[in-house]
């Protein structure tokens, strides 16, 4: 398992990206994209998951304080928070 997150200095924020997994999407997804091009990127730097996005938290870390932002998938796959 990695236990390294990636964690940057903005100031008095301390952001820290925890990953929470990944999706299998579409290109259409996305917006002004070409899809062919998208393609040819993945092709060339031998990208083995094809149309997976990778999906992030955030924690900041300020004065002594947490807070964790999570937007969801929101209408994704149904997933939609109630």
């Not at 091009?37 to 300020?62: M, W, Y």
């Amino acid at each position: 398992m990695n236990t390294h997150f990636p964690t940057r200095d903005l100031g008095d924020l301390l952001v820290t990206a925890v990953s929470d997994g990944y999706l299998q999407v579409g290109f259409e997804m996305l917006a002004n994209v070409n899809e062919d091009r998208c393609k040819d990127i993945q092709r060339r730097v031998q990208v083995t998951e094809h149309n997976a996005v990778n999906i992030h938290a955030f924690l900041i870390r300020r004065n002594g304080k947490n807070i964790l932002i999570d937007s969801g998938a929101g209408g994704l796959k149904g997933w939609e928070g109630n």
